[in-house]
């Protein structure tokens, strides 16, 4: 039995990783990083000519078509390149559609989710950390009232998927009358939230049962994938710098104790490989297993990349705690990926009652 990748997903990931080396180089996504732009529209354009718009859009509507070991490929490379853009909660929003919405729902929006003619967010997170369908207190009928915080890219979005009491969803128009949004300013600048209010806004509710905790399931897998992208990046940017840097004559690799601390941060990282793939593999050949593996993936791969960039920023030494070290876009990003969603803390006490 083979447990690689196919060629075709080893050519997806090679594919992507290419497309962050021409387009977003250092220099770039330092500019994105420090620029006030909350979306660039040309990059993510890029990222659509790509087909990454429409990764798990069925074939029938112009998507790929491919399942979500495939999405967290694409996920993990994006992380290791700490891309900017809306590709989680894009996605998240087209696998809503796909796995629960009408025939009519699909046909309105999957084609152009799939194009980038429209770009989709998913609204879950509510007050006091509640962020699963178990959860939610939001209720729509027809209409949605109230308040959901953390929405990526909600400002630029078409159209916004909403959690909502009793673990529905509902499809809700960002221009339709009532509905608000809010900056946050956030850590991690390549990807952005907003708040978002709704008062009395229109919105049609998914039919699908069970495609709440669908998405969820694979937002958790989408972001443990980022976040071992993350990781082995710090890794190979703290290693890189030992090879570099010189102190009392001789490259800062020559120490014995910085030889320990980046062999334990590979240590770290590079088992949990194997967690990643089952994890997303789970999710479309054993549904049965994907809540429990997707919450142990989640909360096992964010706390790995933030403990490697903890280590990774101490490995650069005094530079590494500098706006103008690279290294602080990681750390950020791996605050993201811990925070959003839920906690650690929350998934490995979600998983320990499904054991």
Request: net charge negative; glycine share 12%.
């Amino acid at each position: 039995m083979d447990f690689g990748l196919s060629e075709e997903q080893a050519l997806l990931q090679d594919t992507v990783g290419q497309f962050l080396a021409n387009e977003n180089d250092p220099n770039q996504l330092r500019a994105r990083f420090d620029s006030e732009e909350r979306h660039d529209a040309p990059f993510w354009n890029g990222m659509i000519e790509l087909g990454l718009g429409g990764l798990m859009v069925p074939e029938e509507f112009g998507g790929a078509g491919l399942e979500l070991l495939d999405a967290a490929l694409v996920a993990e490379t994006l992380g290791r390149g700490a891309a900017p853009g809306p590709f989680l909660g894009h996605t998240l929003a087209a696998l809503a559609i796909a796995s629960g919405g009408s025939d009519a729902q699909k046909k309105a929006w999957l084609p152009k989710l799939a194009t980038g003619d429209a770009l989709g967010t998913v609204a879950l997170g509510e007050d006091g950390g509640r962020w699963l369908p178990d959860q939610w207190e939001l209720k729509a009928n027809g209409s949605v009232s109230g308040l959901k915080h953390y929405v990526p890219n909600a400002s630029v979005a078409d159209l916004i998927v909403v959690g909502s009491a009793g673990g529905g969803l509902a499809l809700v128009e960002r221009a339709s009358a009532g509905v608000e949004t809010e900056a946050y300013a956030g850590a991690d600048r390549t990807r952005h939230l907003d708040s978002v209010r709704f008062d009395g806004a229109a919105c049609e509710a998914l039919p699908g049962e069970g495609a709440a905790s669908r998405l969820c399931d694979a937002g958790l897998v989408l972001l443990a994938a980022d976040a071992f992208g993350g990781a082995s990046r710090c890794v190979e940017m703290s290693v890189d710098y030992a090879h570099n840097r010189e102190q009392f004559g001789v490259t800062i690799g020559h120490f014995q104790a910085l030889k320990h601390q980046l062999a334990n941060m590979a240590l770290e990282v590079e088992p949990a490989r194997g967690l990643l793939w089952y994890a997303a593999h789970v999710f479309d050949k054993a549904p049965e297993e994907s809540e429990r593996m997707a919450a142990v993936a989640k909360a096992h791969l964010t706390d790995r990349f933030m403990a490697v960039a903890r280590d990774a920023v101490e490995a650069h030494g005094g530079i590494g705690y500098t706006w103008e070290c690279d290294v602080q876009i990681w750390f950020k990003r791996a605050m993201f990926d811990r925070s959003f969603l839920g906690s650690p803390s929350m998934h490995r006490d979600r998983a320990a009652r499904h054991w």
